[in-house]
């Protein structure tokens, strides 16, 4: 490995709270990446692309002399500064100053829908609304699991905000690791003494339809605040909506059908 890729990784690194966040969010052993910066390991293939696209680099400017490598990222991290930052933040702000609190909704859900990228199966995952600062936060894991065998296929991780706006749920999330993709949810709020089930729509472009968007409906099965998370996950997955696995209720509100004379997709409120 050289010592340009090695310098150049650490000066990165140096950006981030610490060398275990960023193998966290690259999902990179760490052991392994030690070894990267040590300078006794080079990356493989696969691991030099997730490692540029998460520091946004080319791997041509990861392997140059280490002082133009630090004025390349001195420049590239400028429009990141707080003047950049300022108006998009103060929209966000903006759309937190309106929203109503979300304080009956933390704790962990189910999330179904039909699958974007496999025909015909509905996704359950595991879902987490929660409170930071006075503002609030949505956390998603997917785990892809054979539905014959239950072994993982692959594993999707989301992040995202909330806001409460016009007796509307909004939720925005992104892919925390690849950073590739958007979904936007809007759900109907329950205005039930006891949380049980939101149902909304929602819209995205998960990267195995290549470049085509989507939509459908998505509903929320209020788990609790206190769960065990570990046996939850175990129960995740893609299941086929004829094994019985997903209640029947849960699928006719996830069904994406649209009436003769309707021109748009839409839900009803349950």
């Not at 030690?34 to 680099?57: E, Q, T, W």
């Not at 998009?88 to 309106?98: A, C």
């Not at 109503?100 to 025909?119: A, P, T």
Request: aromatic residues 10%.
């Amino acid at each position: 490995m050289s010592d340009e890729l090695r310098h150049n990784l650490a000066l990165l690194c140096s950006y981030h709270l610490s060398i275990a966040e960023v193998c966290r969010k690259l999902q990179i052993n760490r052991q392994q990446f030690n070894k990267y910066l040590a300078g006794s390991s080079h990356p493989s293939r696969h691991n030099m692309r997730r490692i540029c696209d998460f520091f946004g680099v080319s791997e041509s400017e990861l392997l140059l002399d280490p002082p133009q490598f630090e004025e390349i990222v001195a420049l590239k991290r400028k429009p990141i500064q707080q003047e950049a930052l300022s108006k998009p933040l103060r929209h966000l702000d903006r759309l937190y100053q309106h929203s109503h609190g979300l304080e009956k909704y933390l704790g962990y859900y189910f999330r179904y829908f039909y699958s974007f990228g496999n025909l015909g199966q509905v996704i359950r995952s595991l879902a987490l609304i929660y409170r930071e600062d006075g503002k609030y936060y949505w956390k998603n894991i997917e785990v892809l699991r054979d539905p014959a065998t239950g072994r993982a296929m692959g594993l999707n991780k989301y992040e995202g905000v909330l806001f409460f706006l016009a007796d509307r749920i909004y939720i925005m999330e992104y892919k925390s690791v690849e950073v590739n993709t958007i979904t936007q949810a809007t759900l109907y709020p329950s205005h039930r003494s006891r949380l049980d089930i939101l149902v909304g729509i929602q819209t995205g472009g998960p990267t195995r339809r290549g470049r085509k968007p989507g939509a459908s409906k998505v509903a929320l099965e209020y788990l609790g605040r206190d769960i065990d998370a570990r046996a939850a996950l175990k129960r995740t997955g893609l299941f086929n909506p004829q094994s019985g696995t997903i209640r029947p209720e849960i699928l006719d509100l996830i069904e994406n059908r649209m009436d003769p004379g309707n021109f748009v997709f839409d839900v009803d409120e349950p």
